[in-house]
């Protein structure tokens, strides 16, 4: 076995064994060697030590958030941000200077030499630029500056990131806009601190170039069409109703060594081959099972860099796949939970690194075993009304509740096309519909007693229209008590009630959790408004109509949209043929998702709340069917050289070794059963052909639109790639262990 990775054993440093199998002297000696080095893994940091520091002190101890600004800034100064975070209400800029420099102070005392905007580009990835403190102070020293104007405007040169067409290079200004309602935090490394400030990236003509833009317009939007309806129940006070969320991150981890063993895992995020293990996830013994001393060790961290971040990370477990986890924190304002959801992702993964470990946020890192999403718990509420998809316990309230649930029904049912486009990518596409996950047609879970609730609805409103209008509104007084919790859960469902909130299921692990949620709270927001609308003039004419209507509103949107409710499970072949006898959508693709994106209705929907200009709704669809044809175009190319380098040089010295065998044998006057050979040899050769095909697919270069060219992708070239991988993962249970090069799922998966 070689020494030469020695030095990784004991070492965290997975790096060690970076430069794959290839580099290693044999492919037998990398595998061997991570293997080792997986086993004898020490811990190189001190225990945390939460006596020290109780994590109640921590948390938020990095933030620049109301606490500090309250200490820090003039009282009208700390007034006027707070008003623009609490209520929505308009930024004064003139503050802008007297927050920076209490900013700036904070930070440096805090260790800070640099300033960064945070943006969101629409990667789905988070990026930073970084600015020095400091200043010439035109003495031969320098001095620390950070004006308003550095706080509220930065230009970083946007010039690489995906536009989308919306600005041409040669006039690439992009600029960061300081976003107060999201609290500024200094981010630790071991050389120094760096202040972060949140932003939001727009061309120079004011374009969003960014995710976190259309979550705040989505939110303002929303926060109108909510109060409209609370004001016909009789709540006037108009505080800001904001989208919540909280989302539930499941990730898997893989040891470091075994990660740059597989140049698939890290250039793609995901296994491009690997037959399956013996075992895998049969015996449902990995999920809610203890979890290992080295993973909760990483989870501890990871939670205290969190709490200093001020991201309130509650829940913690193992998922049901071996080597999968989960990560959930408490709930909170969309803008700001997007923020720490990508702050969430980094830090997972930076933190991983630390243990040894690589963490894996691919919606399918492993075939054959459950993927990764990302539940999004999605509600909205205010601080005088708390939250709305709270059934409550009084009739009165249940009325209000009823409107608010049935716009989210009629909003998913009318709008599924866009809810299915925001969740495509080509990692989801390995997970929805693929029996494990939400199948690709979006329907809703109510769980049986509110599904009744809304039969009873629909019941008395078709028989009604002589019912006197008393009568009516008892029957809305009437209704049984709503469930405070949904029951039954239902696993199979994308969008399901659970209690006091929907959760979006269908939400990718590697995805921004920002497109998913403008897509929630534009969808309720119209839904919002015609119901607001219908309402208002019922009561136009008759004051006292409000039950009646609500009634009548409510009767007509369960019949309208009832289609779309499915209690039932997801998975089944009869599911996918009754939602297609329903008329639902079954958007199975990226490539069939995406274009709902071009569809009118759509841009309609996100031009009157302002939220999207139809140039940025364009951009965005060319900019997700671009990353698609980029991502699968990578697992292409690295499909034919691990197929090439690795896979089949160890499939021919194997069936080399089997041949002198043979040859051997026959000299002296033993029989070879040829069975093995024959079929090694009918492999090597239909893997030869298969990456043939593989390479001609990835040489097409005709396609006259994006679309047209993510269809090739999607259509000839993934199937080539499968093709390729299934004769290779044959190979792998026929070729000799010592020869194979790829660390197998198994000790990917079981070895920690
Ligand atoms: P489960 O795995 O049972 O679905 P978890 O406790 O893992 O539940 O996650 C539930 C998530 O839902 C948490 O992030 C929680 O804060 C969030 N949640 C609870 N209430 C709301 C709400 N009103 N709006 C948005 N998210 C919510
Ligand atoms: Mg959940």
Redesign the pocket.
Known sequence: MSTSFSTGIGSANGAAAAGGSRNAPTSMSARMAAISAVTNWRPISPPLNFNETPAHELFSSNVFGSAVMKARLPKPVYKSVMKTIESGAKLDPSIADIVASAMKDWAIEKGATHYAHVFYPLTGLTAEKHDSFLSPDGDGGAIAEFSGKQLIQGEPDGSSFPTGGIRATFEARGYTIWDVTSPAYILENPNGTTLCIPTAFVSWTGEALDKKTPVLRSMQALNKQANRILKLFGHDDEAFVAS???P?QEYFLVDRHFYFSRPDLFTCGRTLFGAKPPKGQEFEDHYFGAIPERVLAFMLEVERELYKLGIPVK?RHNEVAPGQYEI????ESANLATDHQQLMMTTLKRVAEKYGMACLTHEKPFAGVNGSGK?V???L?SKSQG?LLDPGDTPHTNAQFLVFCAAVIRAVFKYQGLLRAVVASAGNDHRLGANEAPPAIISIFLGDQLTDVFQQIKKSGGANSSLAKGTLTVGVDVLPPLPKDAGDRNRTSPFAF?G??F?FRAVGANQSIAGPLVAMNTIVCESLDYCATKLEAAMASDADSLHAAVQKLLTEIINECEAIIFNGDGYSAAWHKEAAARGLLNLKTTTDALPMLAKPDINALFTKYGVLSTRELQSRLDIYLEQYCKTVRVEGLQTMEMARTLIFPAAIRYQNELASTCANLKLVGYEFDTDTLDKITELVKNLQDAIAVLDKTLAHHDADSLEAEARHFCEEVVPAMAEVRKYADELEGMVADDIWPLPTYQEMLFIK
């Open positions: 919540t969320a909280g539930e829940t959930a924190p408490v709930f539940h718990n999605w509600s509420g939250n659970t006091n909130r959760e």
